[in-house]
């Protein structure tokens, strides 16, 4: 399969009065079509600022600092704003957290929908609202004509995040990214919002790129993970390989911190010490050497790279779990 | 030992076999007005229609459910920061409900709350200090003295140092907030205490370090919990027995292991496979039970069974009779009419 999306070496800075945050310090990731990579990690690990930076969408003071950005192979980085307002919403559909902030609450359901359209397309405004009711009624609206005169406000927020889903979806992009797309929603409504995902990744054949800081939902729905901690990527595997055989200490220690459903509650989590580094600050040469249990001075005096050390299985650790003594 | 310690061993004589919490038929109803001068009643949200629940000393009672399901409600009256419409809740023995303010005001100091958000739950402009202090002052507990004293010995127990007395709440990330957070709602000696979505604010990586320090702070004073949370797997992992709740209801209490591998109401089952489990093997073999459709409205509740509209087994049973709670096993209860395996007895429990 050809790769929708190859990052390489991405360093994504933002500017601060005073400092500079790292945000994202050299990511290399590749999708393929049809095929879901999980980007996993916790707030303020770079994860949601990789995304942004493939439609540069950047926040003040962010900028693209080092790397390549492809999209079915065209490099974005040198496209112009006005380019690159061709490529969001044509050749990449987007779905965040919060489906409120996505809608315009002043315009109704049916418009939103077809504004892409119009704006991308040749269509009228009858075409629009008919393709717009079809897009509705594919992902799962319950009487999707009637919606199309609704407001965000008279939906609930599975609803609404179905519209979110279907104004990402009507110009029938080659990249999903959705950053989030279920935390904000009732369990019961996020297990329905991610089949609903996964089935229309399937009909399109989308890549798509699936940002959570939840493992569950990596497991369930990814094809592969790659886990980001301080601006980097620590591992990266398909992802029954990751959850068998995870390598990196930090995604051991995370599995192990996190209570499961199906095991029994007498054995105490693993508390994972301190908070992740400032990215304001110089980096240590292992970026999670100050919480890790197997630290030793070698993780102090140099940085682990990055390296593919099974076929497809790329971990950044000196005392990688399961490998030799640890 | 200071003042408030000194409280806290003469408080802590409780019965061990009478429960420390009894809620009985708690009923919560906001007034839906609409007009905005005249403010005319037409209708109202029934966030908690009948809720009864005990929690012995010493437990951990688990509240989960989706948004909108009267958990937080519950909890507020718990804590008396809302009122209820009617029922009761004892707090070792004594109804709450039928207190004057000024002994309610006396009785929040068994009863305390630790906040989802601790962003928005501690004050910006106050120090670690002032805000540990308050409650204690509030409460008229021991000398300025003897509150210092305390303030040091909760920011021990919750794990932070003694200079963060004298720093402000923006200066901490968001698990130390949460841990100050914990140590107010100690500042008082409270015997139980409410914890609503304790750590759903907080990042994966940080979340155990707190469930942790909870279960260590629940050994240390005998503490007796209830944790509100959407999360199940959260609440199992720290609740001796969950209630599961549904549009207003309890529709199911049990273990933890009992609703996980047993469960009895068709939502519990349905709430229970709509986890994700951070393990594709279990993931990939999962049968997916999710609900039809959407949570319905609370403001019209359906009638008979909450669940029904969106119920793979209802009958028309379910549209005319509300389903009443019958025994499961032993400490498990649930309310269906077509329950996925038979009940214990013919009882109401």
Redesign the interface.
């Known amino acids: 399969m050809p790769n929708v999306l190859e990052i390489d070496g991405l360093k994504t800075h933002i500017r601060l009065t005073r400092s500079t945050v790292r945000a994202v310090d050299g990511v290399s990731l590749h999708i393929a079509e049809g095929e879901t990579l999980g980007l996993v990690g916790e707030s303020g690990c770079g994860k949601s600022m990789t995304a942004m930076s493939i439609i540069k969408l950047l926040p003040p003071g962010g900028s693209i600092v080092h790397g390549t950005i492809k999209l079915n192979g065209r490099d974005l980085i040198p496209l112009t704003d006005r380019e690159m307002r061709k490529v969001r919403g044509l050749e990449v559909g987007m779905v965040f957290q919060d489906p409120m902030t996505s809608l315009n609450p002043t315009m109704t359901i049916g418009r939103q929908v077809a504004e892409a359209l119009r704006i991308h397309g040749e269509v009228g405004d009858a075409e629009a609202a008919e393709r717009a009711a079809g897009v509705l009624d594919l992902v799962g609206m319950p009487r999707p004509r009637e919606r199309l005169a609704d407001y965000p406000h008279q939906l609930s927020g599975g609803l609404r995040q179905r519209a979110v889903i279907a104004m990402a979806l009507v110009c029938r992009p080659k990249l999903l990214i959705a950053d989030e797309p279920t935390t904000a929603l009732d369990v019961t409504i996020q297990a329905q919002i991610l089949d609903l995902l996964d089935s229309l990744r399937g009909e399109l054949k989308m890549g798509m790129l699936l940002i959570t800081h939840d493992m569950g939902v990596i497991a369930g729905r990814a094809d592969r993970v790659a886990v980001m901690y301080a601006g980097k990527i620590a591992e990266e595997a398909e992802t029954t390989t990751l959850f068998q055989r995870m390598r990196h200490r930090y995604t051991e220690a995370l599995v192990e911190a996190i209570p499961r459903l199906d095991h029994a509650a007498e054995r105490e989590l693993y508390s994972i010490p301190g908070l992740p580094p400032d990215l304001t600050t110089e980096m240590p040469a292992c970026r999670f050497v100050a919480r890790c249990r197997h630290a030793t001075v070698l993780c102090h005096a140099e940085e682990p790279i990055l390296i593919e050390h099974e076929p497809g299985h790329l971990y950044a650790c000196h005392h990688p779990a399961g490998v030799g003594v640890a | 030992m200071t003042q408030a310690q000194a409280d806290a061993t003469m408080t802590n004589g409780t019965d061990a076999t009478l429960p420390f919490l009894d809620v009985r038929n708690l009923v919560k109803e906001f007034p839906v007005t609409r007009g905005a001068v005249l403010q005319r009643r037409v209708g109202s949200v029934h966030a908690v229609s009948g809720v009864s629940f005990q929690v012995m000393p010493g437990e951990t009672f688990g509240l989960v459910g989706?948004?909108g399901c009267g958990k937080t409600t519950t909890g507020r009256m718990i804590v008396a920061l809302e009122r209820p419409t009617s029922g009761a809740i004892l707090i070792d023995g004594d109804n709450i409900v039928a207190m004057s303010p000024r002994q309610t005001r006396r009785r929040r100091r068994d009863a305390q709350m630790m906040f989802q958000d601790p962003y928005a739950s501690l004050d910006p402009r106050m120090r670690v200090l002032t805000i540990l202090r308050e409650p204690m002052a509030i409460q008229r507990m021991g000398t300025r003295r003897e509150q210092y004293a305390r303030a040091l010995e909760l920011l021990n127990d919750v794990g932070l140092s003694r200079n963060a007395l004298e720093r402000y709440p923006h200066e901490f990330?968001g698990?130390q907030r949460q841990r100050i957070g914990l140590a107010r709602a100690l500042a008082v000696n409270p015997r139980l205490v409410v914890a609503d979505e304790p750590v759903s604010a907080l990042?994966?990586?940080?979340?155990?370090?707190i469930?942790?320090l909870m279960?260590r702070l629940q050994q240390k004073y005998g503490l007796t919990y209830v944790i509100i949370s959407?999360d199940?797997?959260?609440v199992?992992?720290?609740?001796d027995r969950i209630g599961v709740m549904y549009l207003g209801k309890l529709v199911e209490i049990g273990s933890?292991?009992e609703l996980?591998s047993n469960p009895a109401h068709p939502y519990t089952e349905?709430?229970?496979?709509?986890?994700?489990?951070?393990?594709?093997?279990?993931?990939?073999h999962?049968a997916?039970r999710?609900?039809l459709?959407?949570?319905p409205s609370a403001v019209h509740p359906p009638s008979g069974c909450r669940f029904r509209t969106r119920c793979p087994r209802a009958q028309p049973v379910c549209v005319e009779s509300e389903p009443l709670l019958r025994s499961f096993g032993p400490k498990h209860v649930a309310a269906c009419h077509f329950p996925l395996r038979p009940p214990r007895e013919e009882t109401v429990a």
């Open positions: 989706e948004s990330s698990g990042d994966v990586s940080i979340r155990s370090q469930l942790n279960n959407h199940l797997s959260v199992k992992y720290m609740s933890g292991e996980y349905a709430l229970v496979s709509a986890i994700p489990i951070p393990d594709p093997e279990v993931e990939r999962k997916y999710t609900p459709g959407e949570l």
